[in-house]
């Protein structure tokens, strides 16, 4: 079952804005990783946070990880047309019997105009 | 980065037929693979775990007799879609967990299947 809940569902930007998309998730989990998919391929990972980490930066991404509230948000800053995509977060759960084994929220397709 | 690669990437076929889909790591030996199929502007629902040299686990509600998987080797996977019918038609991705990378997965580019 997919417990990640992604909101927005769509964004729409303008170039050189921040986007800002929040993933809800239902049980307690491991790690916490956002991937991108463009429109008809597979998908790309991005960065992956660990339960025990608040805040992860990797060039123009920055992930938060609340785990009292079960929400992380990836903010991509200074958008650009390129980062138009589909972006997941995926939880691996805690305890999980499947070693890899990931669950998928429902997406933001975000969509920057130049 | 380690690659999976994915083909074909866009069949279609006749309903009935059948249709084998392939998944390959590239450049490091991929001990789990995972199968998953998305509908449009959907998320990715995992379909089953493919486990190198023993069965794989099929998700619940997830036709075994219907997807058959196999995993033969460290670096191949195939999903075959038996008997396919147009309601099988959907955008079908496979991925891979490199072991020494751990944690990620490594996606193949996925394929289009339609039946007619």
């Known amino acids: 079952s997919q417990q990640g809940e992604e909101d927005p569902q769509a964004l729409s930007i303008q170039e050189g804005e921040n986007a800002t998309m929040n993933c809800s998730y239902k049980t307690s989990i491991n790690n916490l990783q956002w991937y991108r998919q463009n429109s008809g391929r597979g998908l790309v990972h991005l960065i992956l946070i660990r339960s025990n980490e608040r805040e992860k930066h990797s060039g123009r991404l920055r992930v938060t990880l609340d785990t009292s509230k079960k929400s992380s948000s990836l903010l991509i800053t200074a958008s650009r047309a390129a980062d138009t995509a589909s972006y997941f977060c995926a939880t691996r759960n805690a305890g999980g019997t499947s070693y890899g084994k990931l669950t998928f929220g429902q997406g933001t397709i975000l969509t920057v105009h130049p | 980065g380690a690659v999976v690669s994915q083909h074909p990437s866009r069949v279609i076929c006749k309903s009935g037929t059948s249709v084998k889909i392939e998944c390959r790591s590239l450049d490091f030996q991929a001990t789990t693979m995972f199968w998953y199929r998305q509908f449009p502007k959907k998320s990715l629902m995992l379909m089953a775990t493919?486990?190198?040299?023993?069965?794989?686990?099929?998700e619940q509600g997830v036709e075994k007799d219907k997807f058959l998987i196999n995993h033969a080797s460290l670096t191949l996977s195939t999903l075959t879609v038996t008997s396919a019918h147009p309601e099988d038609s959907s955008f079908y991705i496979c991925?891979?967990?490199?072991?020494?990378?751990?944690?990620?997965?490594?996606f193949g580019s996925g394929t289009q299947l339609s039946v007619l």
């Open positions: 991925s891979a967990r490199d072991p020494w990378v751990d944690e990620k997965l490594f």
């Open positions: 493919s486990n190198e040299g023993s069965k794989a686990t099929y």
